[in-house]
Structure formats: C-alpha cells, structure tokens
C-alpha cells in the first residue's frame, strides 16, 4: 500500500533543488512516477515527499541545433519514439525507445527518470554511453555536464548530487557516416543483455567506434579494450576481431547470476549481440 506522502509543486529547477537540499533522504524527485511509486507502493523506499518536476517549463523539448540534439529530462519514452528529429538523426534511439517497457509505462515514464533511477536492466543508459551523450545536472546556482560513461556508478546508483535535477541529455549529432545501434535480449519483463555500438564508416574502415554493454550486470558500461581491437581496420578485418571483442566485451558487463541466466549465459549472449550490432551497423 502507498503510504501518506506530501506534494511539492516548484515551479523551477532552482526551487527543486532547494527542496531537495532542505529535506535531504525525505525527499525525491517525482517525474512520471512509473518507477518510484512502484517502489514506494512495494515498501521498497520510503518518502515523506514527493517533488514533481512535471509541470517545470522547458524540461520536455527535442531540439537539434548546433551539432547537438538535446532531449529534455521529462520528455516521455513516447516522446522519443515518435519524434521526427530523432527518426532523422538518430534511429537507433527510436528503434530502442520502440521497445521499453509496455504502451503504459513509455506514455507516463520519462527519460530522465530511466536514467536517474538507473536500474540494471535498463536500456537507453547503455546506447548514450555508446553515443557519447552528457548529462546535463542542475542545482539552484550551477550546471554540470557529465559523460553518460560517468553517470552511471552502480545498481540504482548515478553520480547525480543529491540536490541535483537531471535536465538534459545532449547528444553530438552524427555526421553522415556515422551508424549506431543497440540490441538487447531477455525473456522476463526486462531485458537480460543489451549491447550498443557506435562507429564511423569512412569508405570501408571502422573508425570512432565506441561500444557500451548493458543489463548483465550492475551498471552500463563502455569498453575501451573492444574497441581498440576494431578501431581502424576494414569491416571483414574488424569482422575477424569481433569473437574475441565480444569476449572481452562480455567479462567487462560484470553478468552476474541471476533469474535472467547465468554470468556465463549472459557473457556469451554480449558477444552474439556485439557481432549482430556490428552487422547492422555496418549494413
Ligand atoms: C513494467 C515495466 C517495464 C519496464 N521495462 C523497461 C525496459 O524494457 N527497458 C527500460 O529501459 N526500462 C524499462 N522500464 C523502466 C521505465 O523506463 C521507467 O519506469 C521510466 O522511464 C521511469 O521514468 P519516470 O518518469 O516514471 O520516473 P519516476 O518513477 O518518476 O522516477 C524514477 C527515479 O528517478 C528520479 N528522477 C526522475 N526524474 C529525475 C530528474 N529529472 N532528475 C533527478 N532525478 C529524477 C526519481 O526521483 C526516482 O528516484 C520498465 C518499467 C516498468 C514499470
């Protein structure tokens, strides 16, 4: 049962801010609610109040303007599924957004929410790193980016302060040779693995390719040493490296046991997506 909370309306990502400074641990951030109320309702955490963020101005735009498509924190998964800038620019994203959750939870369920509870299992985290996002973090009297790859710490965990409001991603808009997707598996409600890859194709080579690992283990992860096999070579020559990149990717999830399948399982199931993700990139 959801047990009695308050209600707290700011108008602002300043007063926000202020909220959560002045009540500390009693007191979180309130978006689409698909989450937290879930959580609150289970017992799981306990707030005396609630800050709803949903009625703050300027937090639910999509904008693309100097080489940055930057999506606001409250834009809804529906949002971003629908929306002609990113059909444009980045279809990996839509593609992903396609496939969070059910009809309900990408109608209320925001991004910035997503990302902020960072729950393991979780999808866009791991294609951002990929696509070398930042976060931008706001408090009453300064503004931060972070690099997707730093903000995510550990299950549940982000590198957020606790007086900080999430209120953008920016992303670099890709150029024209530039290809990126995300893949992911599972048969519970949430996905098991999920594999994202972004690169350059200048004429035949590889080149920038960034790869990001998901939902194995604690928290997305880039892999620096997965890339450096395939950085520069020629497709069928990173085709030949994409085994033991995907093993390498597969130690650097973390897996861990669990009802979604064994470390093993999970390992093995990166380097499956990896080489499809790769595929499809370069396709
Ligand atoms: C049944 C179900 C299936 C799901 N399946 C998937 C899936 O397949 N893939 C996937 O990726 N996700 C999945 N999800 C997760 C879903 O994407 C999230 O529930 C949703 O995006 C959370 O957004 P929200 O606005 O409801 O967040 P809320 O529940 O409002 O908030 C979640 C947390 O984030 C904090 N928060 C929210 N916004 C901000 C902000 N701007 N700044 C700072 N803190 C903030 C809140 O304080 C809270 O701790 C699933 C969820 C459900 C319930």
Known sequence: MLKRFRLEEPQSVAEVSELL???????????????????????????????????????????????TITIGALCTHHQLETSNPLREKLPSVVKLEQNVANVRVRQA?????????????????????????????????????????????????????????????RIPTPGPDARSAYLKFGYLERPSVGVAIALNLTGDAVEDIKIAVGCAGPAPRRVEEAEALLEGKST????????????????????????????????????????????????
């Open 109 to 169: 369920g925001t991004i910035g929410g997503n990302l902020c509870f960072a729950e393991p299992h979780a999808d866009p985290g791991t294609l951002l790193i990929a696509l070398s996002a930042t976060m931008v973090a706001e408090k009453a009297s300064s503004k931060r980016e972070i690099a997707a790859a730093d903000f995510f710490v550990d299950a549940y965990e982000t590198s957020l302060a606790e007086d900080e409001v999430l209120t953008e991603i």
């Open 21 to 67: 400074g002045r009540f500390g641990d009693s007191a979180k951030v309130y978006a689409g609610g698909t989450e937290l109320l879930l959580a609150m309702k289970e017992g799981l955490v306990d707030y005396e109040r609630l800050i709803n963020v949903k009625n703050i101005r300027g937090l639910k735009d999509i904008k693309s303007a100097n080489g």
């Open 236 to 283: 069928d020559e990173a085709l030949r490296q994409i085994a033991p990149a995907g093993a390498i990717a597969g130690r650097a999830s973390q897996a861990i046991s669990d009802l979604h399948g064994s470390q093993e399982y999970k390992e093995h199931i990166v380097g499956v997506l990896l080489k499809r993700a790769f595929q499809s990139a370069i396709s």
